[in-house]
């Protein structure tokens, strides 16, 4: 009861502002920028510069922490308790979907050499490290994937990663302690360009159509799982380094 008058409240506090400011927005930035000195533009941008700092050490604090991994381990076992009251039809149709990059595979490292998401990514220099197939798998994701491997379910690998990488991404899977995927699906030519929910649904789409059942569906990023044709249950890891719409 409380919460409804206060929302009255609220209501008629909106109603009270005068009419010749409804047209306006509530947070407006002064016409005018009043300065002491010709040198408050330094201030300004070292504030800025604090600011960014602030956040890649804040960032580069928690993925080199024991809060990640510990934040990691909760996923992987929020999923492993969800897949266990699975009922596998034994008909090799139950799939579950995996993510590659900071998902099953850690990147910290190329991360660590450029500022932990606050540079500016660059296609070429990250393409270099895919190429060298030695990013190491997350723990808690090793165990996952072959507690589900045990459990009876076909493992798909949805990577927004290009076709002329499978070579690389196959082997480093390989290197990491990843084994035994039904499909390790990747960008083809058609795929350049489509955004990363579409493509990913699409693609999740396409194993419905088969016939697969996916129950689970893992990824650091919401494109990941969202979109159409999604999983029975999602289950989003922490990845504060990098955003992919």
Known sequence: MASVRHRLLLLITLLAIPASLSSQSVIQMPRKRHRFAASDDSLYCDSWRFSIDLVQHSVQDYMTGDRYRSDLASVANYSLSFAKGVTIGGDGKDAWVFDIDETLLSNLAYYQAHGFGSE?????????WVDLAEAPALPASLNLYKELEQLGFKMFLLTGRSEHQRN???RNLLYAGYNNWERLLLRGPSDQGTPATVYKSQKRSDLINEGYRIHGSSGDQWSDLIGFAIAQRSFKLPNPMYYIA
């Open 120 to 128: 500016t990514f660059n296609e070429a220099f990250f393409d270099e």
């Open 168 to 170: 690389a991404t196959a």
